[in-house]
Every structure is written in C-alpha cells, then in structure tokens.
C-alpha cells in the first residue's frame, strides 16, 4: 500500500517536529559545549543520501531552487549558501537535525554481545566526557531511522531507497507512489 504525497509529506514534517523537540532539549543539556552555528558546516559534507521520502519533501518545498539553482561546489554539502548556511534549513533532513549533539547506539560484536557505542563532533568533544553522561542526553540512533525507513516502505510499495542530496538539483523526479 502506497502513501499519497500530502499524506508523506505531514508525516514527515511531523517526524521532523518530534525530532526538533528533541534536539532543543539536548541542545539546552549541552548548551556549553555545541559549538554548532550557521556557517561552521563541519557536518555539512557532500555525498550525504537521504530515504527517497525525504528527498520527495525537499522536493515539494524547493522546487524553484532544485530547478533553477546550482548547487554548492563539491566537497560540502550541495545546499549550502555562499556564507555556510543551509537553504533549505527548515526542510533539512533527518541526519542533519542531529549533527552535532552527543549520540549513542547499539553495536552487537562477533561474540554476539551488545555494547554501546558514543560519539560526538571533535568541535564538541570538551566537556564531560561522553562515557559518563546520561543515556537521556545523548540522541539514540535507531528509533528515527527506524520510523524513516517505515515511511519509506509505505511510500515506495515496500521498495527501499536513497538519493544524494546533489542529485536533487537540475532534474524533478516523479515522488513515492508515481
């Protein structure tokens, strides 16, 4: 069963608001040591791939500039501005929303055992070290992705997908569905 695209794109956007949420509140836990800002773009490298359902959003809110606009030079992100800002920043994707922020997941060894892994920007490594924080104020990897990929299952027929950000420019593709 196929989504239709307004449907995509509120489920989306709701995603990306439950997200925002998050992050504003790991951003007020961690407000001493982000060093994150418009224009650092350190996080902004070129060859991101995002879900098909998410670039179908940047689609429908960038039309003008995918058609008419020329992305940023390679090596960084193709939806940079020329001062580093990001222009489609309301739109950006998931990955993008989390930058930054201290981030914890689950790897399963060869032994089969589980341990958790962290990390964080080198920009904003000072502060406590990141072994000893919280579980409640890192990001956790999975539950996002996870939902994404559902998203993405459902649009596209069960068919799964990514697109490079760069690849969006110059050329508008049918979306999920079509």
Not at 128 to 134: I, M, V
Request: aromatic residues 6%; contains cysteine.
């Amino acid at each position: 069963m196929t989504v239709d695209e307004k449907d995509l794109i509120e489920a989306i956007e709701q995603l990306y608001q439950e997200v925002d949420g998050r992050t504003a509140c790991l951003d007020r836990i961690h407000g001493e040591r982000l060093r994150c800002h418009c224009g650092c773009r350190t996080c902004c490298v070129d060859g991101i791939t995002v879900y098909l359902v998410e670039a179908q959003n940047i689609r429908c809110h960038h039309a003008a500039l995918l058609a008419n606009g020329a992305p940023y030079p390679e090596g960084a992100c193709a939806f940079l501005d020329e001062v580093g800002g990001c222009r489609i920043y309301e739109q950006r994707p998931y990955v993008c929303r989390t930058q930054g922020l201290p981030l914890r997941w689950i790897e399963e060894l060869e032994d089969g055992s589980l341990v958790e892994m962290r990390d964080i920007c080198p920009l904003n490594e000072e502060g406590e070290p990141l072994e000893r924080l919280e579980e409640e104020s890192c990001w956790s990897i999975g539950p996002v992705e996870g939902r994404l990929a559902r998203l993405q299952r459902a649009a596209e027929g069960g068919k799964m997908g990514r697109v490079g950000l760069r690849a969006l420019f110059g050329r508008q593709t049918p979306g999920p569905g079509a």
